[in-house]
């Protein structure tokens, strides 16, 4: 991806302009230092290059923002410039990806370890519950999904104590940013290109992004699986959506590079107008469905009543391609997560013992509260843990004395709440001065970065069509901040150059 002069831009070793500050740690991630003239003259070309090309969000100030594309558009959060970030951190997540795309997989099989790993969490969790409700009619009904399509998000963070790459989470619903993280490659390379004399920077150190084109082929692989011209590719939405533009590259890229149409569509018009044809084709809206793209329903606010739940049992009992399954779904609950990471939980499903301690060498720490000391310890010392419940989409997990009240509290009551949540391992990533852009504005914040890398496994019965890394995001927030999250309002899109 990245021509390898650029590797070593950063380090001492090359004539470096004083602008780049670099070498250092290892897991040092340094962003430039410069002038504060070309500071606003940056801002203001940033600002322009992001509204003429489509870097936007819908603007929560505005009221139908959310709803009509086009209208109340404010430009996405954004890091000024690239972060610099070691190629050896790279080629490691590179090197993961399809380990996890296979992991994933292979779990989503296993419906025994599924059901039995999240039967605690099910009795005091009730959105978990439910998905698990339609997880076993599933294996009632011996239900197969022989085309699976998974569009994954494997996220990390360079622990600065001892400068490993450790796994923060495996996203494996809802995926998003894929298409804005390209937007901000292509900001950032566009800057360096303008100022690259006094950036000293080269554009192409900056690492493509290829997160649009290769979710766009996944969909149309799987589309392609599904053999039906007429079928088109339904993306479940919420109501109110006002990181619409980052859905609207994939699904342009979709129609544009390959010819196949979407709909979009929320839960309740899915219950509304979706039916299944005898064969167990999902017909909506007259429609044929070959792949149901969720960009929703990750989150119990997107079941407001029954209608909801109506519609995901319909869409998981159709034949159409599921992304994800509800099975793909599971597999990406923090709770699996930490049963993955116990002693030889990856033999159960990993067969290469090389790939197993490449997997297990990115798991931070990851522990039950059925684990009394540790719930100890993280009392004594909150800070050095975070507290997750089996939520996706930013702002659900427990820090510091929040943490430790919630633990004291659940442990004085005795109750199985304790199954709801797992303990994690706080990562402390680098710091540095980054520029920081939101809603037109640049504050200059010691922050730390979220590197996550995007996963496209598709597969037909036997076949594995597609098995690869399909693009990054680097999300970079003020150091300040426990909750990270772009959607969620904290985090700003960046983009790496290499060093
Ligand atoms: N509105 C929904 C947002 C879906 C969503 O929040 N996805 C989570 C994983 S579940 C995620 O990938 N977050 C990365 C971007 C961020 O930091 O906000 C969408 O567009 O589909
Ligand atoms: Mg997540």
């Given amino acids: 991806l990245v021509p390898a002069k650029c590797a070593v831009v950063g380090t001492a070793q090359t004539a470096v302009p004083e602008t780049v500050v670099g070498g250092g740690r290892r897991s040092e991630q340094r962003q430039l230092d410069v002038p504060p003239r070309l500071v606003d003259e940056l801002v203001e070309e940033a600002l322009v290059w992001s509204s003429q090309h489509g870097l936007v969000v819908g603007d929560k100030n505005h009221p139908r923002s959310g709803k009509a594309p086009g209208v109340g558009l404010l430009h996405a959060p954004f890091s000024l410039l690239p972060m610099s970030f070691p190629k050896v951190y790279w080629d490691q997540a590179v090197e993961l990806a399809p380990l996890f795309n296979d992991l994933v997989d292979r779990v989503s099989l296993d419906g025994d370890f599924l059901q039995e790993t999240l039967a605690r969490t099910k009795e005091v969790d009730s959105f978990t519950e439910r998905l698990l409700d339609i997880h076993s009619k599933m294996i009632k009904l011996n239900k197969k999904e022989e085309v699976r399509l998974g569009l994954t998000r ?27 993280a390209c937007g901000v490659c292509e900001l950032h390379r566009n800057l360096i290109r303008q100022h690259e004399r006094e950036l000293g920077l080269n554009p192409e150190c900056v690492v493509g992004n290829t997160a649009i084109a290769q979710h766009a082929e996944a969909l149309a692989g799987a589309w392609v699986e599904f053999n039906k011209q007429s079928a088109v590719v339904l993306v479940v939405v919420q109501a109110e959506e006002r990181y619409m533009y980052d859905q609207y590259w994939i699904t342009v890229a979709l129609r544009e590079m390959y010819g196949v149409t979407t709909i979009r569509k929320t839960m309740a018009a899915i219950e509304a107008e979706g039916e299944l044809r005898p064969d167990g084709t999902l017909v909506v809206d007259g429609l044929p469905v070959a792949v149901v793209y969720f ?45 993955l990471s116990k002693e030889n939980a990856l033999e159960r499903f990993l067969d290469n013992k090389a790939d197993i301690e490449k997997v297990r060498k990115c798991f931070a720490g990851l522990w039950s509260l059925e684990n009394d000391s540790i719930v100890m310890s993280a009392i004594e010392s909150p800070e050095l843990f975070v507290l997750k419940p089996q939520r996706e989409g930013g702002g659900n997990n427990i820090y510091s004395d929040n943490l430790r009240e919630t633990l004291i509290s659940l442990r004085n009551d005795g109750s199985n709440e304790l199954a709801a949540y797992i303990l994690m391992q706080r990562i402390f990533p680098p710091a540095s001065l980054c520029y920081l852009v939101r809603e037109g504005t640049c504050i200059r914040e010691n922050a730390v970065s979220e590197f996550g890398i995007f996963g496209a496994y598709l597969r037909n019965k036997d076949k594995v069509i597609i098995d690869d890394q399909c693009g990054y995001l680097m999300r970079t927030k003020a150091s300040s901040l426990n909750e990270g999250g772009v959607v969620a309002g904290y985090a700003f899109l960046n983009s790496i150059f290499l060093t």
């Fill in 154 to 180: 494997s996220d990390y963070m360079v622990d600065g104590a001892t400068d490993r790459l450790l796994q923060v989470e495996l996203n494996t619903i809802s995926t998003s940013s894929n298409g804005l």
């Fill in 295 to 339: 960009r929703a329903g990750y989150t119990p606010n997107d079941y407001p009543s029954e209608a909801e739940w109506r519609a995901r049992l319909l869409i998981e009992c159709s034949s159409a391609i599921k992304c994800p399954s509800i099975a793909y779904h599971l597999v990406g609950t923090k709770k699996i997560q930490q049963e």
